[in-house]
T-cell receptor
Framework: DAGVTQSPTHLIKTRGQQVTLRCSPK?????VSWYQQALGQGPQFIFQ???????QRGNFPDRFSGHQFPNYSSELNVNALLLGDSALYLC????????????FGSGTRLTVV | QKEVEQNSGPLSVPEGAIASLNCTYS??????FFWYRQYSGKSPELIMF????GDKEDGRFTAQLNKASQYVSLLIRDSQPSDSATYLC?????????FGSGTRLLVRP
């Protein structure tokens, strides 16, 4: 049973560029959430996608956008990268019916230089 | 704005001891909480979920929730060096988790 898969694992981008991160949820899960974790901090909620729509959004600027596909996989896009966007980006999947917790992927380490 | 607070540590305990990790939260209406373990450079791994007052035990781990005092704790019995990690407390809040900044635990051999 595959867990949550994220790609790429590491990424280096230049300030001002755009980046796309990808996530495949755990088998049987239909909801995907994205979190940003800066060094030494807990993960911060970016947004959650369900039924291909953004269901809830955290306190992040519009430079952060996402998408969910019919197969439940998801992308996180960040435009106009800032040095402060350097962080570990985590995808978490869950089931919309019932509650069985969130399963996290191994994350994408983004470095903006 | 809802907040979850944790002491950043590090909390250092000898091997075999009980490690006690604590977390406080601001929203009196909060219902359920998670404890995650995160090794350096890795993703969070679920340890416990608790939603009712009192204790919940799973192997060497016991989670405690006290809604009147608005705190959650995690006890790790017979601590092992492999338990050395950052422990994240998270509040389950309407489609999202609100995390504390984590407590770093060091178990000395």
């Amino acid at each position: 049973d595959a867990g949550v898969t994220q790609s790429p694992t590491h990424l280096i981008k230049t300030r001002g560029q755009q980046v796309t991160l990808r996530c495949s949820p755990k088998s049987g899960h239909d909801t995907v959430s994205w979190y940003q974790q800066a060094l030494g901090q807990g993960p911060q909620f970016i947004f959650q996608y369900y039924e291909e729509e953004e269901r809830q959004r955290g306190n992040f600027p519009d430079r952060f956008s996402g998408h969910q596909f019919p197969n439940y996989s998801s992308e996180l896009n960040v435009n106009a990268l800032l040095l402060g966007d350097s962080a570990l980006y985590l995808c978490a999947s869950s089931v919309s019916t019932g509650f069985y917790g969130y399963t996290f992927g191994s994350g994408t380490r983004l470095t903006v230089v | 704005q809802k907040e979850v607070e944790q002491n950043s540590g590090p909390l250092s305990v000898p091997e075999g001891a009980i490690a006690s990790l604590n977390c406080t939260y601001s929203d009196r209406g909060s219902q359920s909480f998670f404890w995650y373990r995160q090794y350096s450079g890795k993703s969070p791994e679920l340890i416990m979920f608790i939603y009712s007052n009192g204790d919940k035990e799973d192997g060497r781990f016991t989670a405690q929730l006290n809604k009147a005092s608005q705190y959650v704790s995690l006890l790790i019995r017979d601590s092992q060096p492999s338990d050395s990690a950052t422990y994240l407390c998270a509040e389950d809040s309407s489609y999202k988790l609100i995390f504390g900044s984590g407590t770093r635990l060091l178990v000395r051999p």
